[in-house]
T-cell receptor, first 112, second 116 residues
Framework: GQQVMQIPQYQHVQEGEDFTTYCNSSTTLSNIQWYKQRPGGHPVFLIQLVKSGEVKKQKRLTFQFGEAKKNSSLHITATQTTDVGTYFCADVYGGSQGNLIFGKGTKLSVKP | NAGVMQNPRHLVRRRGQEARLRCSPMKGHSHVYWYRQLPEEGLKFMVYLQKENIIDESGMPKERFSAEFPKEGPSILRIQQVVRGDSAAYFC??????????????FGEGSWLTVV
């Protein structure tokens, strides 16, 4: 079945360092969504990318969608302790907005 | 505006008992989705419901699991004869429209089921 791979699984950074997580698929992704889940919390929607090559920014976060729509990335500049959590990408499967195929996530820890 | 409300937040059941998890979608949302998250894993889609209809249950285990979203009241995810492997966080999400691209879905805070 359709799978979304995410790397790395874990990332430990010093506060102020940059962080990037990558999302890959062997098949063309339809729309890619990114979520953040704090420890013990629930997934919170960050952004959706729709177009090939799309780049969107939210303050220190930069989201990219690959030209072939088979990969996506989330980059955080100058991490802060508030960035701690697990970042998930999700493909919108079969056109149904709620049937999301999630990657396994990248767990970010930030050392002050 | 109240968000997606789930209860109970934490539930402990002995093997063989039944677990019932409830979800009230956001006001104005008529589409509900259930996801399961095992420890250190991503979320796995289980079922998509509209009022009184199951739209997509492709992620539901064939046995012991059922879901409903009645005309009145919350959506219910029911797990019969629970086993230890059912221990997980169960997240409900809702959206105003189901099959229209561009809609965000909103997750509840989850129900953590522990089977002892």
């Amino acid at each position: 079945g359709q799978q979304v791979m995410q790397i790395p699984q874990y990332q430990h950074v010093q506060e102020g360092e940059d962080f990037t997580t990558y999302c890959n698929s062997s098949t063309t992704l339809s729309n890619i969504q990114w979520y953040k889940q704090r420890p013990g919390g629930h997934p919170v929607f960050l952004i959706q990318l729709v177009k090939s090559g799309e780049v969107k920014k939210q303050k220190r976060l930069t989201f990219q969608f690959g030209e072939a729509k088979k990969n996506s990335s989330l980059h955080i500049t100058a991490t802060q302790t508030t960035d701690v959590g697990t970042y998930f990408c999700a493909d919108v499967y079969g056109g149904s907005q709620g049937n999301l195929i999630f990657g396994k996530g990248t767990k970010l820890s930030v050392k002050p | 505006n109240a968000g997606v409300m789930q209860n109970p937040r934490h539930l402990v059941r002995r093997r063989g008992q039944e677990a019932r998890l409830r979800c009230s979608p956001m006001k104005g949302h008529s589409h509900v989705y259930w996801y399961r998250q095992l420890p250190e894993e991503g979320l796995k889609f289980m079922v998509y419901l509209q009022k009184e209809n199951i739209i997509d249950e492709s992620g539901m285990p064939k046995e012991r699991f059922s879901a409903e979203f009645p005309k009145e009241g919350p959506s219910i995810l029911r797990i019969q004869q629970v086993v230890r492997g059912d221990s997980a966080a169960y997240f409900c999400a809702s959206s105003p429209l189901g099959r229209t691209s561009g809609n965000t879905i909103y997750f509840g805070e989850g129900s953590w089921l522990t089977v002892v």
